[in-house]
């Protein structure tokens, strides 16, 4: 069982587009990890957010924590192809990822 | 600065073979695990350690055997191997077990079991 739903599996978007995905459970966390992993490597963190309502951002990616610390959002701005990469995230609950979303920024 | 090191890179092995994936870190982290990556899964904790000498299992331990002799090293030993063992395998470190603390991966063993 998935403790973490990410949504969508699957997005494709061309260059220059923005794209949003979620991670959403039922469960209250006290923090959040995003990692971001390339074909053939294994996955990188992008961020840690711990407090409610907390935004980050890094560059062209904004990362937001839910008010009740149950779901998280990315959002990219004007997508590029280096974006190419499957998106998990972690809570601090067993310690468990969602299965991710695939995103695909066409050139 | 190597981070993590997971040797061999790709491996097969027939039904009922033994065999183990090794795991180093040159960073002093306390915590190391392995995952188990799957098409639509994500990724599975199998067994993880807080320190030399301690080790638990996760979400999918069954199959799976480890030991922690050192800080540095983490291997996980498939006693014999079945075709639902058939996948990608990682090992990560953090300096803490807590949840905020960053993973650190290594870039993975292909495993595929006929």
């Known amino acids: 069982t998935q403790l973490l739903e990410q949504s969508p599996q699957f997005l494709s978007i061309q260059e220059g587009e923005n794209l949003t995905v979620y991670c959403n459970s039922s469960?209250?966390?006290?923090?959040l990890q995003w990692y971001r992993q390339e074909p053939g490597e294994g996955p990188v963190l992008l961020v840690t957010?711990?407090?409610?309502?907390e935004v980050k951002k890094l560059k062209r990616l904004t990362f937001q924590f839910g008010d009740a610390r149950k779901d998280s959002s990315l959002h990219i701005t004007a997508a590029q192809p280096g974006d190419t990469g499957l998106y998990l995230c972690?809570?601090?609950?067993?310690?468990?990822f969602g299965a991710g979303t695939t995103v695909t920024v066409r050139a | 600065n190597a981070g993590v090191t997971q040797t061999p890179k790709f491996q097969v092995l027939k039904t009922g073979q033994s065999m183990t994936l090794q795991c180093a870190q040159d960073?002093?982290?306390?915590?190391m695990s392995w995952y188990r990556q799957d098409p639509g899964m994500g990724l599975r904790l199998i067994h993880y350690?807080?320190?030399?000498?301690?080790?638990d299992q996760g979400e999918v331990p069954n199959g799976y055997n480890v030991s922690r002799s050192t800080t540095e090293d983490f291997p996980l030993r498939l006693l014999s191997a079945a075709p639902s063992q058939t996948s990608v395998y990682f090992c990560?470190?953090?300096?803490?077990?807590?949840?905020?603390?960053?993973?650190?991966f290594g870039n993975g063993t292909r495993l595929t079991v006929t």
């Open positions: 990560a470190s953090s300096y803490s077990a807590t949840g905020d603390s960053p993973l650190h």
């Open positions: 469960s209250v966390f006290s923090s």
């Open positions: 957010v711990v407090t409610g309502g």
């Open positions: 972690r809570n601090d609950y067993k310690l468990s």
């Open positions: 960073m002093n982290h306390e915590y």
């Open positions: 350690s807080v320190g030399a000498g301690i080790t």
